[in-house]
């Protein structure tokens, strides 16, 4: 394996390679091990419909609802099978140079790198936080990529920093794929109209759906229209439409919210039972940990039942860092007992 090779694997490394059978899962950042009941009989009532092609009546229903949700026109939406679909696309959009904001999801990169689109890294530094400094990003980029709240550091920026840099003739991707699991969605430019502003949100991880991929693109009718050129005929499954249907009707929205309020609560505790472990206060639900001998904990811990997400495969972290989703404080108190066990173990 060429180093090039080697280097696309390690990115292409997800918390579900961590999460292998049999362990308790702190890896995968998704809320629930399976969809609520309402949403299961929402899907399996869908079933029958499956002899049929996914209609643009169903399309045009759930871009309607996502639209209501956001305050957008229908024309301004586009489902995706899960979020990660919006970033195998950005290659249709012909970008000469891409910034991509670091450390952060790194499906963007491998996919504008498979394109050959050349890639800036923007790495932000631990010193001050994983705060985004606009200053940084190479003002001849004409696609700029960014997390917000960002996977791995569970850092939220500024909504006005990340508006920043928004500038004619550039697209502005914004991975918003943990928005919905922030109170109050606060910094997110969803609803926001920016010129050449890309927002993309997963519906996957407080709904339990990392199987189905279920997502939606958020942008103007043009730059959709774009980025949605190579996609086949049918692109996304009629559970798919019915999925972000359900998932962004009101209640739902609503009740994703109160899971929100219920998740901060679970990540303040996370925080007090970690303690330094712990890099940057967390607004999302999972955690980014430096520990000393990071791979000998992240092995014992997997030898001990649990697993948690490695954090090197992020450009700019190292084999210190590990990534831990917040659960329950019952059940996360199986990985704080755990860990304090191996650490003394040194």
Not at 154 to 170: E, I, N
Not at 188 to 207: D, E, Q, Y
Request: aromatic share 4%.
């Amino acid at each position: 394996m060429t180093s090039q090779d080697s280097g696309r694997a390690l990115l292409r490394h997800h918390g579900d390679v961590d999460a292998a059978p049999g362990l308790v899962d702190f890896a995968v950042n998704v809320r629930m091990p399976a969809p609520p009941a309402w949403l299961r009989r929402r899907l399996a009532d869908a079933l029958d419909g499956l002899g049929g092609y996914p209609s643009a009546a169903a399309d045009e229903r759930a871009r309607s609802v996502v639209a209501a949700r956001h305050g957008r026109r229908a024309d301004e939406v586009l489902v995706l099978s899960g979020a990660a679909e919006g970033f195998a696309l950005l290659p249709a959009l012909r970008p000469r140079l891409a910034a991509v904001v670091h450390p952060s999801f790194t499906e963007p990169e491998v996919a504008l790198r498979d394109a050959g689109v050349e890639v800036q890294r923007v790495p932000l530094s631990a010193g001050d936080g994983y705060r985004l400094r606009p200053s940084a990003v190479p003002e001849a980029a004409d696609l700029v990529v960014l997390g917000n709240p960002t996977n791995p550091t569970s850092v939220l920026h500024p909504a006005d920093a990340v508006a920043s840099l928004s500038r004619p003739g550039r697209v502005l991707v914004v991975d918003e794929a943990f928005a919905d699991a922030v109170p109050g969605e606060v910094e997110s430019l969803a609803s926001s109209r920016l010129p050449g502003l890309l927002v993309l949100r997963s519906l996957t991880k407080t709904w339990g759906l990392a199987g189905l991929r279920a997502g939606y693109a958020l942008g103007a009718p043009d730059l959709l229209a774009r980025l949605a050129l190579p996609r086949p005929q049918w692109p996304v499954s009629s559970l798919v439409l019915e999925a972000v249907t359900a998932c962004c009707e009101p209640a739902a929205v609503a009740l994703a919210q109160e899971l929100a309020a219920e998740c901060r609560e679970h990540t303040a505790s996370a925080v007090r039972a970690l303690g330094d472990l712990v890099v940057v206060p967390p607004s999302a639900p999972f955690a980014l940990l430096r520990v000393p001998d990071g791979e000998r904990v992240r092995l014992s811990l997997r030898d001990k039942g649990i697993a948690v997400r490695r954090g090197d495969t992020f450009p700019g972290l190292t084999t210190d860092h590990l990534r831990v989703a917040v659960r329950a404080p019952e059940e996360f108190a199986l990985l704080v007992d755990a860990l304090r066990v191996v650490l003394e173990e040194r």
